[in-house]
């Protein structure tokens, strides 16, 4: 029996990257799972690889998270293929770079749209299937940049802190409701997917550009997507059933610095 086995799983921001990996490492331990992404072609590719390996596990749908309409239907279309939904992993986010002084109104509300709003918004809108699938969990992907600053990043500073605390939020409310629905938050730090090419150009590209951002970790390296996942599996995992309110760092060290 695979960890996960019976798990009925939904990602968003699955066509690629942390997402992807996310879906992969849950289908091999036994879950189901439903990728969705405004990548809708990219979300049905990681689908069918996925299905190559494990016939029938995956779905998926185009899915923007920034619509109230589009969480109802990818919700309906998950519940109807999964029988049920018991697992929401909120991945789906972007990062942008500006300071007080540079950062526009127009990006600033683009990233609390996709990364805090969309959050808020799906997560209610899944809580009347997490409730009839209980026990179940909410994993929100924040970010080590929602604990620790930088000058240049403030609106995903902004939007990742609010990730953590948000997480914090739902996490008592369904424990004071009496729901088998805990709630947690992941902290990657700077993990090689697509989000971190534009930091490694900053820093000269290629392999300079890499080296010069790691400067900052303990470790001297990336995380590997599959660092952040074995995290996820956990937390989506029966092993957690105790663990609810909790920041996940997956961060090398560096916030302890």
């Known amino acids: 029996m695979g960890r996960v086995s019976g798990k009925k799983a939904f990602i968003t921001g699955g066509a690629q990257g942390l997402g992807a990996c996310f879906a992969r490492m849950l289908a091999d331990e036994g879950a189901k799972v439903f990728i969705t992404d405004v990548n809708g072609d990219g979300a049905e590719a990681t689908a069918a690889e996925i299905n190559e390996k494990h016939p029938g ?32 992993i909120n991945n789906a986010g972007i990062g942008t770079f500006g300071s007080i002084e540079t950062e526009t109104e127009e990006n600033w509300r683009r990233t609390q749209a996709i990364d805090v709003d969309s959050i808020f918004m ?39 802190a609010a990730v953590w605390m948000m997480s914090k939020s739902i996490a008592l409310h369904c424990a004071r409701s009496g729901y088998d629905i805990r709630s947690n938050s992941v902290h990657p730090v700077f993990t090689r997917t697509p989000i971190i090419d534009p930091l490694i150009a900053l820093g000269g590209g290629g392999d300079e550009g890499e080296k010069r951002l790691v400067q900052q970790i303990p470790w001297k390296r990336l995380a590997e997507p599959e660092d952040v996942g074995y995290c996820v599996l956990y937390l989506a995992s029966d092993e957690s059933r105790y663990i609810t309110a909790s920041e996940f760092k997956i961060d090398g060290g560096i916030t302890a610095q």
């Open 122 to 160: 799906g997560t209610q809108l899944a809580m009347p299937y997490l409730k009839d699938s209980q026990p179940g969990s909410i994993i929100n992907i924040s970010s080590v940049a929602g604990m620790i600053a930088d000058g240049n990043m403030i609106a995903y500073n902004t939007a990742k």
């Open 57 to 88: 596990a995956a779905g998926a749908a185009r899915h923007d998270v920034t619509s109230r309409d589009e969480w109802k239907t990818a919700l309906e279309a998950a519940a109807g293929a999964m029988g049920g939904v018991d697992t929401l």
